[in-house]
């Protein structure tokens, strides 16, 4: 079946801009996670969800940063105001349950804040 | 923050010989996992250890946990041009519920 989804694969902005990262996770899975990689470093761990319900937060950077999951299935990842320091690749995994703990990833998006 | 660190950060080595690449962690886990990506992208799951076990194999790669020591290696044998990659370890430390925490990631080249 078809692996979890990531739109758009690049997304250029301006400093100041509102963007919203879209993740279609595998169907079926209900756990629902967003990390975010910098050049040179590995992922960093955003927030998760299980369900429709932000089950830990606790990596988003600020409050800039904002994700829903309405549906408990497709994911958005919303940032306000960016900055230059948002640049870096959205990453977009999803795992079968809570305590699955194999998580497969998407391509991720890449964001450059200009 | 990140909880592991790879080590050797870019390792390059000729195809058909083994590579070893090394993590290590700070807290208790639950488990540890070996990811590969390729060209800053997405990540690809290659394996999972549990805290209670001590080696895994699955095809060309063996995993090693040493929770005593807070350290885990990655072996690939008989290495292909295909396996050229960044690898991360990435540690679990709440049962699956949470985000994983990864490492910096070693730079795998393999020259034909």
Redesign the interface.
Known sequence: GAG?SQTPSNKVTEKGKYVELRCDPISGHT?L?W?R?S??????????F?GTGA??DS?LPNDRFFAVRPEGSVSTLKIQRTERGDSA?Y?C?S?LG???????????TRLLVL | ??Q?EEDPQALSIQEGENATMNCSYKTSI??L?W?RQNS??????LI?IRSNEREKHSGRLRVTLDTSKKSSSLLITASRAADTASY?C?T?SG???????????THLIIQP
């Open positions: 979890v756990a996670y990390y990689q050049l040179g470093q590995g992922p960093e761990f955003l927030i998760y299980q089950a830990d990596g690749v990453l995994a795992s809570a305590y699955q703990e194999t998580q497969y990833f998407g391509p991720g | 923050s990140q592991g639950n488990n996992q990811y800053g992208r997405g990540l690809v799951h999972l991360f990435a679990d049962g699956g519920a949470d985000g994983l925490t990864f490492g910096k990631g």
